[in-house]
């Protein structure tokens, strides 16, 4: 088994450390959330928290070379169900992270808007997108008197 690389380890690390702050803000949410945003044309909690999960992993697989798959898997329709979804992409993902070697993370991969990057910096670009959005939502629970958790969690 080849080893795994130190830098995968580390980009696990900081995923994670944005992820769980992300699943600890989304499960404060109550069930009755789900549809709330905070002006018309905004993504709902329950689409804000499918947007996260899918456009991580999306990040995670062109970062691999694997072309998406079919279509995107249908929205489950209840938090509950986003949550779990979000949970399991979470584990697939930072196992990825964590099994991706140096070569694969220097390897150049074509991305959105037309540029084609070294692997690595998809990746970087996968937690700033997930960093945007955290706040975002962290935003949406303050409006309703949810109180967020600490922006990064440890451990
Ligand atoms: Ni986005």
Redesign the pocket.
């Known amino acids: 088994m080849q080893r795994m690389s130190k830098q995968g380890e580390q980009l696990a690390g900081h995923f994670l450390a944005h992820r769980k702050a992300t699943i600890d803000a989304a499960g404060r949410f109550p069930a009755d959330k789900l549809d709330y945003r905070p002006w018309p044309d905004a993504m709902s909690v329950g689409d804000l928290i499918w947007?996260m999960a899918g456009?991580h992993h999306m990040f995670v697989q062109l970062a691999l070379g694997n072309a998406p798959q079919g279509e995107r898997p249908q929205r489950p329709a209840d938090l509950d169900g986003i949550r779990a979804a979000l949970a399991q992409l979470t584990e697939g993902d930072a196992a990825a992270l964590r099994a991706m070697t140096e070569e694969q993370l220097a390897t150049p991969r074509p991305g959105i808007m037309n540029m084609t990057l070294p692997a690595s910096q998809w990746l970087a670009t996968a937690c700033d997108?997930e960093i945007?959005?955290k706040g975002q939502l962290m935003l949406y629970g303050r409006l309703n008197g949810i109180e967020p958790p600490f922006f990064v969690a440890r451990g």
């Open positions: 947007h456009a997108h945007h959005h």
